[in-house]
């Protein structure tokens, strides 16, 4: 789709004000995430970019929030292909109301709490015995003697125990 928009802004202390299109660097600067990146992003369909005459990328303002979210979302440790499935469960003829995140955050909110109850059990029991089969550490001949939980599976069976694998 070709853009012909006038893409008149102006800055106010740093912020980029009136306008519903940012540049590729105007997201990176206002995002933190270098532009190659995000034509990383675009080429994973995680977000999208109309293109004006000249063939240059413009970005809904919208597309601010999705690049954060996609941010957030890596940093606590889910993969690029659970973002993108998520994000596209959201409109893309609009942009996301308040319940579009909303519903998008119901689905998740199973993942995100596994992922804090293994992130407070990694942070409380590190120094111990996780189920991992080494047998290095003295805790492990009373939780794991012979490890015993080789037959459970894989991994560290401690930690993992009543998460979904």
């Not at 109850?117 to 111990?128: F, I, P, Q, V």
Request: with cysteine.
């Amino acid at each position: 789709m070709q853009l012909e928009v006038n893409f008149n802004s102006r800055l106010c202390e740093g912020n980029l004000v009136g306008t519903e299109h940012v540049t590729i660097g105007e997201l990176a600067a206002r995002t933190g995430v270098a532009a190659s990146a995000l034509r990383y992003y675009e080429k994973l369909d995680l977000i999208r970019a109309e293109r004006t005459t000249g063939n240059q990328r413009r970005y809904a303002r919208s597309t601010i929030r999705r690049v954060s979210f996609v941010r957030i979302a890596q940093r606590v440790g889910l993969s690029l292909d659970e973002i993108r499935d998520a994000l596209a469960t959201l409109p893309q003829e609009r942009t996301p109301t308040k319940a579009d995140w909303t519903r998008l955050s119901k689905l998740w909110r199973r993942r995100l709490d596994d992922q804090i109850t293994l992130l407070e059990r990694l942070r409380d029991n590190l120094d111990g015995c996780i189920g991992c089969g080494c047998l290095s550490l003295q805790k492990c001949s009373l939780y794991n003697p012979g490890d015993w939980l080789a037959d459970q599976g894989t991994g560290p069976r401690i930690l993992l125990r009543g998460l979904p694998t």
